[in-house]
């Protein structure tokens, strides 16, 4: 099982980027999957997840308004469309799958994980 980020990069502030995760090896259409990110000297953090329908959607306070999660089952694909981004933005983003509902923000509950794309804003 594999799971590829892509689409990071630098991008001023106020800007915007679209990060998308590919799987491959399983199907993860009937699980939750999200986001999470990690900027330098912190701990990884919950961003976004969406459930398997896309009927449940929860993003952290942050980004809530400027980040947008969304998936395509028929792809096996998810992706992050981060508007209006800040320097506090700035981090690896990992995108995870294999959650519930119920877990959807608790990165223990996922039991897949890319390797990361980094995304940097400058101020």
């Known amino acids: 099982v594999q799971l590829v980020e892509s689409g990071g990069g630098l991008v001023q502030t106020g800007g915007s980027l679209r990060l998308s995760c590919v799987a491959s090896?399983?199907?993860?259409?009937?699980?939750?999957v999200g986001w999470f990110r990690q900027a330098p000297g912190k701990e990884r953090e919950f961003v976004a997840a969406?459930?398997?329908?896309?009927?449940?959607?929860t993003y952290t306070d942050p980004v809530k308004g400027r980040f947008t999660i969304s998936r395509d089952n028929a792809k096996n694909t998810w992706y992050l469309q981060m508007n209006s981004l800040k320097p506090e933005d700035t981090a690896v983003y990992y995108c995870?799958?294999?959650?519930?509902?119920?877990?959807?923000?608790?990165?223990?509950?996922?039991?897949?994980w890319g390797e990361g794309t980094l995304v940097t804003v400058s101020s």
């Open positions: 995870a799958a294999g959650a519930t509902i119920w877990t959807m923000a608790r990165d223990t509950a996922y039991g897949y």
């Open positions: 090896g399983r199907t993860f259409s009937s699980s939750v």
């Open positions: 969406i459930s398997r329908s896309g009927s449940e959607i």
